[in-house]
């Protein structure tokens, strides 16, 4: 197996890295400009925005972790360095989606009807994952209560402009 090569003279990702490192907070880059910085040979608009998005998503843990900056979707434009509300913003995002995803998950193993199960191995596979899946959607519902409580007293988060 060959070592990693890039595509281009570096990393597609090392592109967007260094462009939100050198950014101002709030700064915006469009699909396009994200594609001629990584010099994308596509041959449409939309293959070269979705190369771009997903160099982008790529890039962003390393972003995250290395230079404590991340970017927010601008849509149909591109990205804006995000300031310390949009990295909570974010955070929001992800916290309903997970919040959602595991109240999917705990409706799946609940409603399993045990007394049709033969395998007692896979009956308590199922009570193991009940048991965690309920403190998991205890203990979020304890963090959104606290959450919610804080956004009383501090008011709502502002919105994105743009």
């Known amino acids: 197996m ?21 950014a101002e907070v ?6 396009d400009t994200l594609a001629e ?19 982008v998503f790529r890039a962003l843990p390393l972003m995250e972790r290395d230079h404590a900056r991340t970017l927010e979707v601008v849509r149909g434009f591109g ?3 995000a300031d310390a509300l ?9 916290r309903r989606k ?18 049709k199960v033969e395998d007692p191995e896979v009956v308590r596979r199922i009570e193991t994952a009940r048991v965690v899946l ?11 209560a606290k959450l919610r409580r804080e956004e009383r ?3 709502r988060l502002p919105r994105a402009s743009g």
């Open 98 to 115: 997970a919040g959602r995803s595991l109240r999917r998950g705990h409706s799946k193993v609940e409603s399993v009807d045990l007394a």
């Open 37 to 55: 910085l990584m010099e994308l040979q596509c041959r449409s608009a939309a293959q070269a925005r979705a190369t771009v998005q997903q160099t």
């Open 79 to 81: 990205y804006r360095v």
């Open 153 to 155: 007293l501090l008011g």
């Open 2 to 22: 060959k070592p990693f090569q890039p595509v281009g003279r570096q990393a597609r990702t090392k592109y967007v890295i260094e462009w939100a490192v050198a």
């Open 26 to 31: 709030g700064d915006i880059v469009s699909y």
């Open 86 to 94: 949009g990295h909570l913003r974010l955070g929001h995002g992800h």
């Open 134 to 144: 309920d403190g998991q959607l205890e203990a979020a519902r304890r963090a959104a």
